[in-house]
């Protein structure tokens, strides 16, 4: 596909080819083929069981590549939405009834499981760094507070920085 494993461009890359070629095939056999076929064999059913299960395999590949990347929380995210956006492209061509969702529970387990582990990697390394330069920047400029005072307290943006980290992260998630 052109994109780095485990990437989010790897995401958006495939889903964005299985939207088009699946919007595309259903409409087809809907249009054309499925007049060609008695109604009893159920065509329309069994071209919608087949994407349904092969874009299900093809997601569980994107996850454990993504797992074994270590790519970014975010990639998790987009891998839920993006199954969702498929999985509604082929819902109205189902039966109500045998219609489901592309992700199983376990799918969705595991997404939120890998995100939540990822995003706490990424927020602990984050605020390493930024604690790390906090300090490093006190002990360069020799800025602390004088130690005949009975509260000596630092003066610091740092939770700030740590408050929109974590916004940030949280708005992405909601957000899509």
């Excluded at 052109?2 to 080819?17: D, E, I, M, N, Y």
Aim: proline share 5%; charged share 25%; hydrophobic share 35%.
């Amino acid at each position: 596909m052109g994109a780095k494993p485990g990437g989010r461009q790897l995401v958006l890359t495939f889903s964005h080819k299985v939207k088009r070629i699946t919007e595309n095939d259903l409409k087809t056999v809907d249009q054309y083929l499925r007049h060609c076929f008695p109604p009893h064999w159920n065509i329309m059913e069994y071209f919608c069981s087949l994407y349904q299960s092969n874009i299900r395999l093809r997601f569980e590949e994107i996850i454990n590549q993504i797992r074994s990347s270590v790519g970014q929380a975010s990639s998790y995210i987009i891998v839920f939405n993006w199954a969702n956006v498929l999985s509604n492209i082929i819902k109205p061509y189902r039966a109500k009834e045998k219609h489901t969702p592309i992700l199983t529970p376990d799918h969705i387990h595991t997404l939120v499981q890998c995100y939540t582990d990822r995003l706490e990697f990424e927020l602990t390394r984050q605020t390493d760094k930024i604690l790390k330069q906090e300090r490093d920047g006190r002990y360069e400029l020799n800025k602390f507070p004088d130690r005949n005072q009975d509260r000596a307290n630092y003066h610091t943006i740092t939770p700030v920085i740590f408050y929109e980290m974590i916004n940030q992260n949280l708005e992405f998630a909601f957000k899509t």
